[in-house]
């Protein structure tokens, strides 16, 4: 089945304490992002790449961290969470046509609390 | 550079009423566009897409939507509403892939289904 996962689903944690958020697909897509969702504001994009090794900053990046060093995985890092990134974090990829990308697909959503 | 606006931030209708779920957009270029749905708890489902073929854009469970470029809109029309429809809605435009691709939210459309 097409997908894509993330993982955890859920996660409590306390204020600087280094976290990973796990992104795969196995759609053999190309691109990949990240975003996150709060009340009002629906999704900001906070970091996408292109493909392998290539990265590069969204609408809200700061505090976050990204890699792409396979085509399948795109962790999302927060080096010294604080409470402000409390939300709700979605992993999307989608293939790449000449202009634009094709439709993206979204994983399930992990739930972030930073105490 | 590229937005969009979702006009309602909350609908109420009944079973087995119309739907009309509003969305104007804002873009350089001809914009690729799209409505999600998130259900409670869950994450992003592709309801339709929009990719400069066909203005009348038909997607899963009944739903359309129509794309006007006059008047910038894309809104989202279903002909009876149904209790599982009780969810949020997301207009989004896509960005190029000279942008990074980016995919702007609206802000969601919240749908409440009255038995």
């Known amino acids: 089945e097409a997908q894509v996962t993330q993982n955890p689903r859920y996660l409590i944690t306390v204020t600087g304490k280094k976290l990973t958020v796990t992104c795969s697909q196995n759609?053999?897509?190309?691109?990949m992002s990240w975003y996150r969702q709060d009340p009002g504001l629906g999704l900001r994009q906070i970091y996408y790449?292109?493909?392998?090794?290539?990265?590069d900053k969204g609408d809200v990046p700061e505090g976050y961290k990204v890699s792409r060093k396979e085509k399948r995985n795109f962790p999302l890092i927060l080096e010294s969470p604080s409470p402000n990134q409390t939300s709700l974090y979605f992993c999307?990829?989608?293939?790449?046509?000449?202009?634009?990308?094709?439709?993206?697909?979204f994983g399930p959503g992990t739930r972030l609390t930073v105490l | 550079a590229q937005s969009v606006t979702q006009l309602d931030s909350h609908v109420s209708v009944s079973e087995g009423t119309p739907v009309l779920l509003r969305c104007n957009y804002s873009s350089s270029y001809s914009p690729s566009l799209f409505w999600y749905v998130q259900h409670p708890n869950k994450g992003l489902q592709l309801l339709l897409k929009y990719t400069s073929a066909a203005t009348l854009v038909k997607g899963i469970n009944g739903f359309e939507a129509e794309f006007k470029k006059s008047e910038t809109s894309f809104h989202l029309t279903k002909p009876s509403a149904h209790m599982s429809d009780a969810a949020e809605y997301f207009c989004v435009v896509s960005g190029l892939k000279a942008a990074g691709n980016k995919l702007t939210f609206g802000g969601g459309t919240r749908v409440l289904v009255k038995p």
């Open positions: 790449s292109m493909n392998v090794e290539v990265t």
């Open positions: 999307a990829s989608s293939s790449v046509g000449a202009y634009r990308t094709d439709t993206q697909y």
């Open positions: 759609m053999n897509h190309e691109y």
